[in-house]
């Protein structure tokens, strides 16, 4: 069984780690951990105790769970804040009206990702103002605002990570503590760099959230939830397959505190975020491959992609430049079109046409620009690639 087989054309990535278009490459010790997996039954339970351990040992989080994508672990994730080792309030969710549910975050992290947190029945309160984008102010949203909205339905905070994010993690951190109110941080995109898998995991934040897939290279249906023990539980038995006898069920300690529960949760709101056995397995293999990498070849080996690229269109009479913020980072080629007269909308839609698909980052076509993001893209896909450019750029 291939693509050609069920009539679907294969692309050229020039994109990134987009889900749309399928995610990284997968790396080696991934499949082969994949395929070893499957040829052996397992206890789901004891897996994802025995994976927890090892999160914890390469992160230094207390605990860690593997999920089917960073979505699902914020979901997760904020259905262990409202619910904690409660059976009945994992058996209500997402309905949440009867006990603390609303979780605070900045006006300006809002995004269509986080309907995953809303999925788990949190009510979002905003807090702060888009004054630099609506253009009416400098300011960006300021950790008393955060502070003003705490009330007694307050259960925790939403913190989504970048460097540009505002007010500064470590103010948060201090409040929430000062409230004694959990940090759900979204990190789905935040490697490289890989030393951010350790110290974000260590920060403060009582959950953070990454993709397994991107450049980890685990299967792209798969996320990593990293922080408390007892949120950890709390997530993966709102996942578990619960049919069991509760006469029999006897969950392994490492993972869920058994004393700590009301009762016997059944089937919780995760159930259909199952996370296959081959899957686990992939993710850490791939894991340890990543943070045993050197972080500078992964920047040296895109560089060179981008270089055949740049010395191959260097003739086209368009500009062309780099987006590079060193060493621990994925290094982009801009293409300015909107320079050469040209319209980047029409450029990119060029491309999606070409006999084989290419598709660049269109995250500055407002700008005029087609920026190349190689860490989807192999040698094989060179030379089309070029062939594809040169056709779009010179007609």
Request: some cysteine.
């Amino acid at each position: 069984m291939n693509y050609d087989s069920i009539n679907t054309p294969t692309i050229i990535n020039a994109c990134g780690t987009v889900t749309r278009l399928g995610g990284a490459p997968i790396r080696q010790s991934a499949l082969d951990a994949y395929r070893s997996a499957s040829d052996y039954s397992v206890s789901i339970e004891q897996l994802h105790a025995s994976a927890s351990t090892r999160l914890a040992e390469l992160s230094g989080a207390q605990a860690g769970l593997i999920t089917s994508g960073a979505a699902a672990a914020l979901t997760l994730g904020t259905a262990a804040i409202l619910a904690g080792y409660d059976a009945a309030k994992m058996d209500a969710l997402p309905h949440a009206d009867e006990f603390a549910n609303e979780m605070i975050i900045a006006r300006e992290h809002r995004s269509g990702y986080d309907h995953a947190i809303r999925a788990a029945g949190a009510r979002l309160v905003e807090v702060g103002l888009n004054e630099q984008i609506s253009g009416a102010g400098v300011r960006r949203v300021e950790t008393w605002e955060y502070e003003a909205a705490i009330n007694e339905n307050t259960a925790g905070i939403v913190y989504v990570i970048q460097n540009s994010s505002r007010p500064a993690l470590s103010e948060i951190i201090t409040l929430a503590e000062q409230h004694d109110l959990p940090i759900i941080a979204d990190a789905a995109g935040e490697l490289p760099p890989h030393d951010n898998f350790k110290k974000l995991a260590t920060c403060g934040v009582d959950l953070v959230a990454f993709s397994g897939g991107k450049v980890i290279g685990g299967p792209q249906a798969t996320g990593i939830l990293l922080g408390d023990k007892d949120l950890i539980a709390s997530s993966a038995l709102q996942m578990l397959d619960m049919d069991d006898h509760p006469q029999l069920w006897d969950p392994p300690a490492s993972l869920i505190n058994k004393s700590k529960l009301t009762g016997m949760p059944r089937h919780g709101l995760g159930r259909g975020m199952k996370v296959a056995k081959e899957e686990v397995l992939a993710v850490l293999a791939a894991l340890e491959e990543f943070l045993n990498e050197n972080p500078e070849d992964l920047h040296s080996n895109c560089m060179d992609i981008l270089r055949q690229i740049e010395s191959s269109i260097s003739d086209c009479g368009i500009i062309l430049s780099y987006q590079d913020n060193g060493p621990a980072s994925i290094p982009r080629l801009l293409i300015d079109v909107a320079e050469a007269g040209m319209d980047a909308f029409d450029v990119c839609r060029n491309l999606r046409n070409q006999s084989t698909p290419i598709y660049i980052n269109h995250g500055l076509l407002d700008d005029g620009l087609l920026m190349i993001h190689p860490v989807a893209l192999r040698q094989r896909d060179i030379e089309p690639l070029v062939a594809g450019l040169r056709s779009a750029l010179v007609s």
